[in-house]
């Protein structure tokens, strides 16, 4: 018999067909042979068709959830207003953490934001990287000297203040309702002068001042809304820093109000920061008739 050359011998063989019988030739075919290249491919299984829970599956759910849920527990009551008399020595700044939730901050916002309960304009600039939202009543000048004094209840197209929206009167009872702060008695709803301030991280600030002492009466108030921020009280070269979480208050009176300048640094805005301001007005300052001589628009 001739020699085979191994160069000609398929490698890997199988076996196909067969006899059994040893004298009888064997019939070699190479794994790469054009049966197996045709062998048909499984057949993709069709997905099943989605399941809808009947309504007792429904009831069935519902009803896990409400056993997971008593399972973990009722969720924490919110922590408790932590209210801090003559907050880092000055006399007559009180400062309360905690003082709203984040479900009340958020709540208040949305509605700020919506332009509902805007006196004059919305949102409207100030100084570089802060912005004012009015409420009324509308104190358009603080000058003496330039024109009539006073918190309008309309504006000057006319249009009537229907009074403070929902959560300035929120503000206002929330703060009486600590008992800890004598000067909120004389503070009633419609003498509360209110507006939202917005500040740009790095950019909004207040300088070292007083507010009016002839116009606004003895408690000032503000509420960290979003953001964080920095309080400063200046008087005679002492600096004092009250750091302004979301949802911390802070109310001004006695020495606070009248002998410290207050200042907001941009430096201490480390993202957009919102606050809620009520300076209640001198009562003898409130015009319930006539027109603001001009508009903030």
Request: proline share 9%.
């Amino acid at each position: 018999m001739d020699a085979v050359d191994a160069a000609d011998v398929p490698t890997s063989p199988r076996i196909v067909r067969g006899t059994g019988n040893a004298a009888a030739p064997l019939e070699i075919a190479s794994s790469d042979s054009e049966d197996e290249k045709r062998e048909p491919r499984p057949a993709k299984r069709a997905k099943p068709a989605p399941v809808t829970p009947s309504p007792s599956g429904n009831a069935q759910l519902a009803q896990l959830r409400r056993e997971r849920e008593a399972r973990r527990g009722p969720p924490p009551p919110p922590p408790r207003p932590e209210v801090i008399q003559d907050a880092e020595g000055v006399r007559g700044l009180v400062v309360v953490k905690n003082f709203w939730g984040r479900a009340q901050c958020v709540t208040a916002l949305a509605a700020i934001d919506s332009g509902a309960h805007a006196f004059e304009g919305g949102w409207r600039g100030r100084d570089r990287g802060r912005s004012s939202m009015h409420f009324g009543p509308l104190v358009p000048n603080f000058q003496r000297k330039n024109g009539d004094i006073g918190a309008w209840t309309t504006d000057s197209r006319g249009r009537q203040k229907p009074g403070p929206p929902p959560f300035v009167r929120d503000l206002i009872r929330d703060a009486k309702a600590l008992r800890a702060i004598p000067a909120m008695a004389s503070v009633t709803n419609d003498t509360a002068c209110s507006f939202a301030q917005r500040y740009e991280a790095k950019k909004g600030g207040l300088q070292p001042h007083h507010d009016h002492r002839w116009l606004f009466q003895e408690a000032i108030l503000s509420l960290s809304l979003e953001g964080e921020g920095e309080l400063r009280m200046h008087r005679g070269g002492r600096v004092k820093s009250v750091t302004l979480a979301r949802g911390t208050l802070f109310v001004m009176t006695g020495d606070a109000r009248h002998e410290w300048k207050h200042e907001l640094p941009p430096s201490g805005v480390a993202a957009r920061r919102t606050s809620l301001i009520v300076r209640p007005v001198m009562r003898g300052y409130l015009k319930k008739k006539g027109r603001a001589p001009f508009s903030y628009e």
